[in-house]
């Protein structure tokens, strides 16, 4: 396994640590770095031969209200888009070849509900997720049987990931849906390990992980 960061280098490493067996390693990947992606592949190549599942759970965004068209300039807004759409297409298209070879691959898009109901921490942010779950729907199409690609869709997940965003707000928002509870990175995790273990006949669709909270 390989366990790629951008600036959570000490972060990554501890899980390397933490993981059963060996040849496990981490490897800075930045969603901007398009000759580092190339780079990347060339190495689990050389070291691998195959690779038999991709992960793209990397991203950004900062909290804009949608109405806020000044703050959320063209250049804010690509910014955003190429983060969360940009950079996981670049890494896909990448390591591509090698899932291929393995048969059996799988590419699990770490999506969002925002991709479908327009609400989140930005316009851009809402819009670069419907675009990953669109290029989910493509690439299935385009590379069965040998490799599958799904989108798993959590609500909002008991993180830092969007800066000021408090816990107590995570919970007011769970209690309004019927299970009542905050999605936790385990949820998404656990999501993630059934898109390869069971969901074998899945590609190309949402695994929507929000405690109901579309409904």
């Known amino acids: 396994m390989v366990v790629g960061y951008h600036r959570g280098r000490e972060r990554a ?14 490897a800075a990947i930045a969603l901007d770095d398009v000759a580092g992606h190339e780079a990347l592949a060339q190495s689990l190549q050389s070291d691998f031969g195959k690779l038999d599942l991709l992960v793209n759970s990397a991203g950004y965004t900062q909290r804009v209200p949608h109405a806020d068209l000044e703050t959320m300039d063209p250049a804010l807004f690509n910014e955003i888009l190429s983060a969360n759409v940009g950079g996981p297409f670049s890494v896909t298209r ?34 670069a997720k419907a675009a990953l779950d669109t290029l ?49 990175p385990d949820d998404v995790a656990r999501a993630v390990v059934a898109c390869a273990t069971h969901l074998k006949t899945a590609t190309g669709t949402r695994i929507v992980i929000d405690g109901g909270h579309t409904l």
Do not use: I
């Open 94 to 127: 990448s390591l591509l070849p090698l899932l291929r070879r393995s048969g059996d691959g799988l590419v699990v898009n770490v999506s969002s509900v925002s991709a479908f109901t327009g609400s989140g921490s930005n316009l851009a942010y809402c819009a």
């Open 13 to 26: 490493e501890t899980l390397v640590a933490q993981l059963r067996g060996k040849g496990h390693a981490a």
């Open 136 to 184: 989910t729907m493509s690439l299935a199409r385009a590379f069965g049987p040998q490799v599958r690609f799904l989108s798993v869709s959590p609500a909002a997940v008991d993180t830092d990931f969007v800066s000021g965003r408090s816990r107590e707000e995570l919970q007011q928002k769970a209690a309004q849906t019927p299970l009542g509870r905050v999605v936790t």
